[in-house]
């Protein structure tokens, strides 16, 4: 028996007091050997930074398993004054003949409904490039899909709108 | 038929500059889209799904229960997921620091609550009844008394976070986020008055069930 599904509503402004926890940007400890620091801003149809976003990532772990032992797998991070989030992890490892990637949902004040985007990562130009869900995103937005390399890990900024606006995925 | 809200609702003033222009991209489905974090075991405690009872007293005003079941959209009960709400309070106001409505904040009053479905995707909150509470939209806008919900499910493309509203709002009439679901699926945010939930001589009961969307099309599953 089929049942009708419930529709989604927005986060409001103040998610923060719902869906906060201390722990959810660790997908690992801060020390766990290997892990990078993923981070980003959010930034709406006039470049201003979104401080009342959510970020959460689901992914499989270095190995290419979806929960491999001892992994959660998923963050979550609120954005903060300066609409940056930043996610602790460990690099996913290839998935089913797809690249290193990361599922990400963004949840903010004026999303009705979640926005579902995935994060590739620069230094895998050649898995990048075999890869299906990159290939079938025009080729002129790719690179917003693309994590590069930082300091700390991998930098992957989030654009709602505009002429740099992220793909976006519909399920 | 979609039930879910378009993205550019201009009459909710937020989406215009944050509703994505470009269509959305079909993902095929894949590994990643059929699993979810499983978050069920969690550190969540029996007292976090009790809002009303804060640590020094009771919450101030209408105590209810509020119940229901989550379900796929096959119709299937989904176990051990995890919930997580939050609200204003009696007088509608969040404990946040850009919640500036002036109406009192209560200092047994928290907001916030979470739980896990049981083995027939069964749930059960305790909390007080919210207060509707002007916002910023539009001249004099009020938003209807609501609950935030946010659901795992059991893949992270059955993610949901919604609003459950209360029967016979006069304010829905006037409110651009409840509107901006199609007509025909507003009454799935509403939640129904139910005196089978109600406790006798301590709290009003409402039922608020819960269909997650998942896939446009399963992928077959081996037998």
Same mark, same amino acid.
């Given at each position: ?6 529709p989604?509503q ?7 007091i719902?869906?906060?926890w201390?722990?959810g940007?660790?997908v ?5 050997p290997?892990?990078? =620091? ?5 930034r709406?149809?006039h470049g201003?930074?979104?401080k009342d976003?959510?970020v959460?990532t =689901?992914?499989a772990?270095?190995g290419?398993?979806?929960?491999p032992a001892?992994?959660?797998?998923f963050?979550?991070c609120?954005t903060?004054?300066d609409?940056?989030y930043?996610i602790?992890t460990l ?16 949840f903010?004040?004026g999303l ?6 995935r994060?590739?990562f620069a ?11 990159l ?6 937005r790719?690179a917003?899909l693309?994590?590069?390399k930082s300091?700390?890990g991998?930098?992957f900024?989030?654009t709602l ?11 | ?11 909710? $003033?937020s989406?215009?500059?944050?509703a ?5 991209i079909?993902?095929?489905?894949s ?5 979810g974090p499983?978050?069920g075991e969690?550190?969540?405690?029996a007292?976090d ?6 640590p020094d007293?009771?919450a ?12 796929d959209?096959?119709?299937k009960?989904?176990r051990?997921?995890l919930?997580?709400?939050w ?7 969040y404990?946040?620091k850009w919640?500036?409505h002036d ?6 009053f928290t907001g916030v609550?979470r739980t896990?479905?049981?083995a027939?995707?069964r749930?059960?909150f305790v909390?007080?009844?919210? $207060?509707?509470y ?6 004099n806008?009020w938003?209807p008394?609501?609950?935030?919900f946010?659901v795992f499910g059991?893949?992270?493309t ?9 029967p016979d709002?006069?304010l829905f009439?006037?409110d651009?986020?409840?509107?901006s679901v ?8 509403v939640?129904?008055?139910d ?8 709290a009003l $009961? ?8 998942g ?5 077959m599953?081996?037998?």
């Open positions: 028996m089929s049942a009708s599904p419930t989604a927005t986060v409001g402004p103040y998610l923060s719902g869906l906060t201390d722990e940007p660790l690992v400890p801060a020390d766990a290997g892990a990078v =620091w993923l981070r980003g801003e959010i709406d149809g201003e930074v979104v976003a959510l959460e =689901w992914q772990g270095p290419g398993e979806f929960h001892g992994f959660r797998g963050g979550r609120p903060d004054d609409g940056r930043a602790r690099k996913p490892g290839t998935i089913e003949a797809q690249a290193p990637h990361i599922e990400v949902t963004v903010a004040r009705l409904h979640r926005l579902m985007t994060v590739y230094d895998e130009p050649a898995a990048n490039e075999a890869d299906p869900v290939a079938a995103v025009p080729a002129g790719r917003t693309v994590a590069e300091e700390d991998y930098r900024d989030i709108q505009g002429p740099d606006e992220t793909v976006f995925f519909a399920v | 038929m979609n039930p879910h809200p378009p993205l550019l609702s201009p009459g909710y $003033g989406t215009v500059l944050r994505p222009r470009q269509a959305p079909l993902l095929p489905h590994l990643a889209d059929r699993t499983v978050l969690g550190p969540v405690a007292a799904a009790d809002l009303a009872a804060g007293g009771d101030q005003g209408q105590r209810i229960v509020v119940h229901g079941q989550v379900r959209s096959a119709g009960p989904v051990d997921t919930l997580e709400v609200q204003a309070n009696a007088a509608g106001r404990r946040h919640d500036r109406a009192p904040l209560d200092p047994h609550g896990v479905t049981d027939e995707g749930y059960r909390t007080v009844r919210p $207060g509707a002007p916002w910023g939209n539009h001249p806008a938003r008394a609501h609950i935030h946010s059991r893949a992270f059955e993610r949901l976070v919604t609003q459950m509203y209360f709002d006069p009439a006037y651009p986020i409840y509107n199609p007509e025909f699926a507003r009454d799935r945010l939640a129904g008055f005196l089978s939930a109600t406790v006798e001589s301590w $009961g409402f039922r608020f069930d819960i269909v997650l969307s896939a446009t099309a399963t992928p599953e081996p037998q």
